[in-house]
């Protein structure tokens, strides 16, 4: 299975700072890595699809990047309704695989 | 846009089985991959297996073959999770998941997570 490392496991932050989380993969993956958001009570929500790629309906604040192994999540300025637990996933082969995932929370 | 909707939370002794069912509307059922993924408190997501009807293709992961079943029913539009065995650790939020993967679009490893069920919360305990 491919392993994937998520940094850092938890960070802080305030309102209009700008966020990155790195994931790194155990294999090359070419840009099959997506991005979930996921809050408490609820199922993750996709961000980003074929790491770069913003799904529809999710604000431009939010863009990523990489290939290969080493991807990130950008965040370029950060709002309150941010403030969740975020997942890199892989989908280049099966079975997919997600991070630990990274907590922002407030400063 | 597909819509997912599982069933209800479950309480279960150890050794015996659960099944969840979850019942899409929207989209044309045979060209999505329908996946089971569950989740314990401050652990990432876990995927346990997946359907890919328009391949007629199951999908396990090493962890839990030979103790989850996954079947999808077209007639109805509802896949279905069986967790035979069960045991404390069990004890999680189950989610089904689905993304685009049809005989003329279907990249990767095949399974998506474009859209997601509100979750099963399944409790194993004596």
């Known amino acids: 299975d491919i392993q994937m490392t998520q940094s850092p496991s938890s960070l802080s932050a305030s309102v209009g700072d700008r966020v990155t989380i790195t994931c790194r993969t155990s294999?090359?993956?070419?840009?099959?890595l997506n991005w979930f958001q996921q809050k408490p009570g609820k199922a993750p929500k996709l961000l980003i699809f074929?790491?770069?790629s913003l799904q529809s309906g999710v604000p431009s604040r939010f863009s990523g990047s990489g290939s290969g192994t080493d991807f990130t999540l950008t965040i370029g300025s950060l709002q309150p309704e941010d403030f969740a637990t975020y997942y890199c996933?892989?989908?280049?082969?099966?079975?997919?695989?997600f991070g630990q995932g990274t907590k922002v929370e407030i400063k | 846009q597909v819509q997912l909707v599982q069933s209800g939370a479950e309480v279960k002794k150890p050794g015996s089985s659960v099944k969840v069912s979850c019942k899409a509307s929207?989209?044309?059922?045979?060209?999505?991959?329908f996946s089971w993924v569950r989740q314990t408190p401050g652990q990432g997501p876990e995927w346990m297996g997946g359907?890919?009807?328009?391949?007629?293709?199951?999908n396990y992961a090493q962890k839990f073959q030979g103790r989850v079943t996954i079947i999808a029913d077209d007639s109805t539009r509802t896949v279905y999770m069986e967790l035979s065995s069960l045991r404390s650790e069990d004890t999680a939020v189950y989610y089904c998941?689905?993304?685009?993967?049809?005989?003329?679009?279907?990249?990767?490893?095949?399974?998506?997570?474009?859209?997601w069920g509100q979750g099963s919360l399944v409790t194993v305990s004596s």
């Open positions: 998941a689905t993304g685009h993967c049809s005989r003329t679009s279907c990249y990767g490893g095949g399974y998506h997570f474009d859209f």
């Open positions: 929207g989209g044309t059922f045979s060209n999505y991959a």
């Open positions: 359907v890919i009807p328009t391949f007629a293709t199951t």
């Open positions: 294999q090359r993956i070419s840009t099959y």
């Open positions: 074929a790491a770069s």
């Open positions: 996933q892989q989908s280049y082969i099966t079975p997919p695989t």
